[in-house]
């Protein structure tokens, strides 16, 4: 069977950071499910069926990453695919402290589900779907910060 872990987060969009994550783990698990978060109350860049289709169409010759939405807690969604392994990227000690208080809760609710936490490369450390709205917002060109061959406009 080997080992899968799930990477969860809102990829709105999915940028060139994320990547960067999927592709260390790819270097430590045998599948990767990425998990799009989706919540009603915030009104995003994308559509969810869009966020979705922006990262199935760049892992579409990958088999061992699979893509699915959604709606519940991250550590529910764990056991009901019965992966044990939540992953999450680190930028720096605003994320540490925000990782660490979600992976803290989800040790006590659902302990079997173990949270590991990648850093990123420094040349990625200032990427971010926030950026990436915020660039689009103001007509700004996103395309160095999305991962190679995306054309967010595809998506939007
Ligand atoms: P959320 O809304 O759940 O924080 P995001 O889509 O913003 O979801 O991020 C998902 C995960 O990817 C988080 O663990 C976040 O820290 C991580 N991440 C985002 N950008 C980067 C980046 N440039 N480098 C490494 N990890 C990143």
Do not use: W
């Not at 709105?12 to 990547?19: E, Y």
């Not at 990123?120 to 950026?131: D, Q, R």
């Not at 917002?137 to 190679?148: I, Q």
């Amino acid at each position: 069977m080997g080992k899968t872990a799930l990477f969860p987060g809102s990829f709105d969009p999915f940028t060139l950071g994320h990547k960067v994550v999927v592709d260390q783990a790819l270097e430590l698990f045998d599948r990767i499910v990425i998990a799009v978060g989706v919540n009603s109350e915030k009104k995003g860049l994308l559509t969810a069926e869009n966020r979705v289709r922006l990262i199935e169409d760049l892992y579409r010759n990958n088999s061992r990453i699979e893509v699915k939405t959604y709606t519940e807690l991250t550590g529910r969604f764990c056991r009901e695919l019965g992966i044990s392994i939540i992953l999450r990227g680190l930028r720096n000690s605003v994320d540490f402290e925000y990782e660490r208080n979600i992976a803290q809760v989800n040790q006590t609710m659902f302990p079997e589900v173990k949270t590991v936490l990648l850093f990123t490369p420094a040349k990625y450390v200032a990427i971010s779907s926030s950026v990436i709205r915020e660039l689009i917002r103001f007509g700004g060109d996103p395309t160095p910060l999305m991962p190679r061959n995306i054309d967010i406009k595809n998506y939007l």
